[in-house]
């Protein structure tokens, strides 16, 4: 065959290709009964998406070194967690968070959990909240975690997101609906670009337990700044004081929780209208069909389909450009944590001397539960500080400055 005539099939094919064999992006919308948890199940209907989501099984270091999906205790790393946390759960079992496959496990198993653990641990663990909520309403949350535990059967999979008649996006954490409400947003007439970081919003967050019911709250009637957040504790919202009594500084300290949410939702990257889902869940194609992946994970994992359909740098250049941002995260979180440490010891011993100054004292304890907050508000967002540097290190650099002067209160109480 000469060239001309290798050219002109090659264009057949291209003309084919492009013009009459039609890819298939259409998908025909399943009808799944409702109640139905197993993913399995909706795999059958979604097989690129079912594929997709049994890899969050997958245990694996992050590219960048920094959080990933390795069941590791975080005070190896960080010893000053067993001082700060010291008199709670969280000193005895604080390990990395795994893929959503393992969420429920993960709770019957953790060593934060005995009798006297409320329901409403287990809000954000399984998709079967939904048939919970809507037979007992907010009752569920008093009911002992361990009474519920055995009925629970399935983690976070499909119906947490998707409407299984429709396959719309939905929330079902009421906690969530109700926060929004309260800041003026109806989710159920959000657009779909707004769901695809509201479904994740829903549990990646800050909360609450109300004392008397055990309710699950949101702190965001101010704000989702770490800043408006503590106003509103020190409010003492429905009777919420603390988690606990710090049994050295005997301050009434706070604990956070992942607050992811808060965090992006003041980042560059969601002011600039990308959601969660773009990044942590980005477009596959499969045999020329295009599909959302279900693997919930880094987006340094797949840089090309998450960051490089916005940014035009090369991959390399991405994942060293995240990895010196989380490592300047990581090393004034590790200051903040151990300043903070050396607050509660300071404070502690203060305390125990005779003819201690004890507004001065108390300044101290006022002093050091807001610097662990901050401390707090950011080693707890599993980002490494990415979703929002700048405001990330200005709330470190507040950390380390009030348990400076904590320490100096402290040392000012001993002032004969």
């Excluded at 001309?4 to 009964?33: E, S, W």
């Excluded at 959601?275 to 599909?291: E, Q, T």
Aim: some cysteine; proline content about 5%.
């Amino acid at each position: 065959m000469t060239l001309t005539g290798i050219a002109l099939v090659v264009l057949f094919i291209i003309v084919f290709q492009v013009f009459v064999r039609k890819p298939n992006t259409t998908m025909k919308i399943a009808t799944i009964p409702e109640g139905e948890y197993d993913p399995a199940v909706w795999g059958q209907y979604y097989p690129p998406e079912y594929k997709s989501y049994l890899r969050t099984k997958e245990i694996a270091a992050s590219p960048t070194g920094y959080g990933g999906s390795e069941k590791v205790q975080k005070s190896v790393k960080e010893p000053e967690i067993l001082i700060n946390f010291k008199g709670m759960p969280f000193s005895v079992d604080y390990t990395e968070d795994r893929g959503h496959v393992y969420a429920l496990d993960d709770l019957k198993n953790t060593k934060r959990i005995n009798q006297t653990t409320a329901g409403s641990c287990m809000t954000c663990k399984t998709a079967q909240l939904a048939d919970i909520f809507k037979e007992k309403g907010w009752d569920y949350a008093k009911i002992p975690l361990l009474e519920l535990l055995p009925k629970l059967k399935h983690p976070i999979v499909c119906a947490n997101c998707h409407d299984p008649k429709t396959m719309n996006l939905r929330v079902i954490n009421p906690a969530f609906t109700e926060a929004m409400a309260q800041r003026g947003i109806d989710v159920k007439k959000a657009s779909r670009e707004q769901m695809r970081s509201y479904v994740c919003g829903q549990c990646h967050v800050e909360y609450y337990f109300v004392p008397t019911n055990k309710k699950v709250v949101l702190p965001w009637v101010k704000g989702l700044h770490p800043e408006q957040i503590y106003e509103y504790y020190s409010e003492t919202p429905n009777e919420f004081a603390m988690d606990w009594k710090h049994p050295d500084s005997e301050a009434k300290m706070l604990k956070a929780q992942h607050p992811e949410f808060e965090v992006w939702s003041g980042g560059v990257h969601a002011s600039s209208g990308v959601s969660c889902v773009d990044c942590h869940m980005p477009y596959m194609k499969v045999d020329g069909r295009k599909y959302t992946s279900h693997w919930v994970t880094s987006p340094m994992k797949h840089i090309k389909e998450a960051c490089r359909t916005c940014h035009t740098q090369s991959e390399q250049w991405l994942i060293d450009r995240v990895k010196t941002t989380q490592t300047g995260v990581w090393e004034m979180q590790r200051t903040a944590g151990q300043t903070v440490a050396k607050a509660h010891q300071t404070i502690g011993k203060a305390s125990k001397a005779t003819g201690v100054n004890k507004t001065e004292l108390d300044k101290a304890r006022e002093l050091v539960r807001r610097a662990q907050w901050y401390w707090d508000f950011v080693a707890a967002e599993n980002s490494m500080g990415f979703h929002n540097p700048t405001m990330i290190l200005t709330t470190l650099g507040r950390s380390v400055d009030l348990a400076h002067r904590a320490i100096s209160s402290s040392e000012k109480a001993l002032d004969k």
